[in-house]
């Protein structure tokens, strides 16, 4: 069975940085595109940033200030957030295909796994 386990989410002053781990379990994933995702109340799950081989995507809210990278030898995916903003407030979910598509995609329908999400807020 297969579980995405995400960690490093707090309350951090603006400007400040976090990092979310995303541990996965029961299989490996390392030609498959992961993913996050977050969503804030009343809002629908929106794309923050995805890598797979081929490279990396970002939404445009966090280009230049997050950083996806994983460490496939630990089946980890990383988010570092730098400059974070009070908008930034959200839970932030772990993601991953369940089968390769080679299109780092942008959608929640698109990623067969999900974490349990881990709370990010960020006070002004």
């Known amino acids: 069975q297969v579980h995405l386990v995400e960690s490093g989410g707090g309350l951090v002053q603006a400007g400040g940085s976090l990092r979310l781990s995303c541990a996965a379990s029961?299989?490996?994933?390392?030609?498959?595109?992961m993913a996050w995702f977050r969503q804030a109340p009343g809002k629908e799950r929106d794309f923050v940033a995805a890598n797979d081989l081929s490279g990396e995507k970002y939404a445009d809210a966090v280009k230049g200030r997050c950083t996806i990278s994983r460490d496939n030898a630990k089946n980890t995916v990383y988010l570092q957030m730098n400059s974070l903003k009070p908008e930034d407030t959200a839970v932030y979910y772990c993601a991953a295909e369940s089968r390769v598509s080679e299109r780092l995609p942008q959608n929640t329908w698109e990623y067969g796994y999900w974490g349990q999400g881990t709370q990010v807020t960020v006070s002004s």
């Open positions: 029961g299989r490996t994933f390392t030609t498959h595109s």
